[in-house]
């Protein structure tokens, strides 16, 4: 009887410990990154961590990451849901000299690497995220599944290929509060699947946007939608690059949008294709002044939804005839 009581116990204790070392696996909900931090602590509030990456890969699948201070964090590669959060004022700079190689694109490296499955969902608040070295884009968003990507009060700077680019099958981009300035591209879309209409799910969505001094603000290719809501998209060479490839479309429709000195208000390209697929552009309730005038080549539609204030009618009138 007593050796039974002893091994009992044994195996009691045995068991215990094993669930307190499983306890102590259990990756945290929420970490921590700080400029005095080291990635070698636990990425706690007590001991934070020192750059995104480390507190990303340490906190449990939609968990958050947040900022105690203000400094640099370096690069961010995204395999799970997740939040990064950077509370008001601070300032979270994303700048590296190098940064992560983007797959399939031979000798392009982003600042923000993002490849998630279809159910996850991503928030990235509150950054600034700058052009230095070799980097050529900002955020990357390159996947062969979907899910949903949030960027919220962000600013993205300087890039000589795309600040946000998304190539994501059924995927969701959702933009808010966030400037994307001086960049080759500010925000693109390549590639989506699924059909993009207006009225459809998925795409790119963008609230409270200003879309500054690039080449191209807006440039979406081959069944990639759009739709642009009290935002600003001003001074760039061509403010829509909309192209679609033969049974895609691609579609953009801006609402209560400032849309002004840009050198080229659109430039439109339908290859055409099966079920009428074409490149569509149409405004409502928006501003466009001031642009040099648009083009487009092929199936192509421009549509007025009513109150825009046109500085040249004939950009809607006798030369692009409303449909």
């Not at 964090?73 to 300032?91: A, F, L």
């Not at 983007?102 to 600042?111: I, N, R």
């Not at 490149?279 to 005038?293: Q, R």
Request: a neutral charge.
């Amino acid at each position: 009887m007593l050796l039974h009581k002893q091994v009992f116990g044994t195996a009691a204790l045995a068991v215990c410990v094993a669930a307190a070392n499983s306890a102590l696996a259990v990756a945290p909900q929420r970490t921590f990154v700080a400029s005095y931090g080291l990635d070698t602590n636990a990425c706690s509030l007590s001991a934070p961590c020192r750059g995104f990456q480390t507190a990303i890969n340490a906190v449990a699948p939609r968990g958050e990451v947040v900022a105690l201070d203000s400094g640099g964090y370096g690069t961010m590669e995204i395999h799970k849901s997740v939040s990064v959060i950077v509370p008001t004022g601070i300032h979270a700079g994303l700048s590296p000299s190098t940064g992560i190689p983007l797959p399939g694109y031979p000798g392009q490296f982003g600042v923000v690497l993002i490849d998630v499955q279809n159910t996850d969902v991503v928030v990235l608040r509150g950054l600034n995220i700058n052009h230095q070295g070799t980097l050529t884009g900002g955020i990357e968003w390159i996947s062969a599944n979907g899910g949903t990507v949030y960027v919220e009060n962000t600013v993205v700077n300087g890039f000589p290929k795309e600040g946000i680019y998304v190539q994501a099958p059924a995927g969701t981009l959702i933009v808010k509060d966030s400037d994307l300035r001086n960049n080759s591209v500010a925000l693109y879309g390549a590639l989506a699947g699924g059909g993009r209409g207006f009225d459809q799910p998925g795409g790119i969505l963008a609230d409270r946007v200003r879309l500054e001094g690039s080449g191209t603000a807006v440039r979406i290719l081959s069944d990639v939608g759009i739709v642009l809501s009290n935002s600003e998209i001003t001074a760039n060479d061509v403010a829509f690059d909309i192209q679609s490839a033969t049974g895609f479309s691609s579609t953009v429709k801006v609402d209560r949008c400032s849309i002004t000195r840009n050198a080229s208000i659109f430039t439109l390209f339908g290859a055409g294709g099966p079920s009428g697929t074409s490149a569509i552009w149409a405004a409502a309730a928006s501003i466009l002044n001031y642009n040099g005038p648009p083009t487009k080549t092929g199936v192509t539609h421009v549509y007025s939804y009513g109150n825009n204030s046109v500085d040249f009618p004939a950009f809607f009138g006798n030369t692009f005839p409303l449909q």
